[in-house]
């Protein structure tokens, strides 16, 4: 009977240290859940900015894909930027995210648009936008026309969440 006591302790020990294995295991997976669920944050808001009115509605989604929208107007009190471009009334973005990362409060962006200047001229264009939710500021870059300047916002404020 001694050697069958021996081995059933043996049993119980072993069973012991592989469920504690798996708590240990099942804790860092739980762990680990909240950074890998990461995505589903969402950039929303907007205002009046340094040169600009504008407005964020970016999801950023798992794997870096976004879906949203974004638009930035250009007008009036932005004259002065937009002779720039050879232009005297007014230029707008309207985009749609398709990839977007993250960078501690900064949500960086791209995706197709469509660049409208003067109100009657529209073009398909890419963008990419970074955004800092923490010193609302962004800039936004219309590829193969050039980036913007860094803006500040003056009313309003968008938020990470």
């Not at 294995?21 to 589903?40: K, N, T």
């Not at 798992?62 to 930035?72: H, R």
Request: with cysteine; proline share 2%.
């Amino acid at each position: 009977m001694g050697v069958a006591d021996a081995y059933r302790r043996k049993q119980r020990v072993a069973l012991r240290g592989a469920f504690s294995l798996g708590v240990v295991l099942s804790l860092f997976a739980l762990a680990a859940a909240p950074v890998a669920a990461g995505a589903g944050l969402h950039l929303s808001g907007g205002g009046t900015a340094t040169i600009s009115q504008v407005a964020f509605n970016v999801t950023i989604e798992s794997g870096g894909a976004a879906s949203g929208s974004f638009n930035c107007l250009m007008a009036g009190r932005s004259a002065f930027v937009l002779g720039a471009f050879g232009l005297e009334h007014l230029m707008k973005v309207e985009a749609h995210p398709t990839a977007a990362s993250l960078t501690g409060t900064t949500v960086s962006f791209s995706g197709p648009g469509f660049l409208i200047m003067d109100g009657n001229t529209k073009q398909a264009v890419d963008i990419k936008v970074w955004a800092n939710a923490t010193t609302q500021q962004f800039q936004l870059t219309v590829v193969g026309v050039g980036a913007m300047p860094i803006e500040h916002m003056l009313t309003g404020h968008f938020q990470l969440r």
